[in-house]
Nanobody, 121 residues
Framework: QLQACGGGLVQAGGSLKLSCAAS????????MGWFRQAPGKEREFVTS????????SYADSVKGRFTISRDNAKNTVYLQMNSLKPEDTAVYYC????????????????WGKGTQVTVSS
């Protein structure tokens, strides 16, 4: 129901834009977010956006470099990633929250299939 795309291989300092499209149901009333998981590490919060798009939150590690946005008419959420660093390498997952947005994976009701982002040094 959530399909992320846009990942790939990029050099450090480069940019990528991820998209997450929903199908089968609308998520326009749900807060949405992006999480990531690097090899051998737990899945971690990256960013979230309220259902209206009026409120966003970012992990300190990506603040100022990443921007989340959404288009409810297209049932799609985006993640613009600039100034990428090798430590941003991970599988990125889009997520729809059950209730309030937050930084815990426990608050996520729906997970999309991940998309790999690899940043070379």
């Amino acid at each position: 129901q959530l399909q992320a795309c846009g990942g790939g291989l990029v050099q450090a300092g480069g940019s990528l834009k991820l998209s997450c499209a929903a199908s089968g149901r609308t998520f326009s009333n749900n807060g949405m977010g992006w999480f990531r998981q690097a090899p051998g590490k737990e899945r971690e919060f990256v960013t979230s956006i309220s259902w209206s798009g009026g409120s966003t939150s970012y992990a300190d590690s990506v603040k100022g470099r990443f921007t989340i946005s959404r288009d409810n008419a297209k049932n799609t959420v985006y993640l613009q990633m600039n100034s990428l660093k090798p430590e941003d390498t991970a599988v990125y997952y889009c997520a729809a929250y059950r209730f309030a947005v937050g930084r815990s994976v426990g608050g996520v009701g729906y997970w999309g299939k991940g998309t790999q982002v690899t940043v070379s040094s």
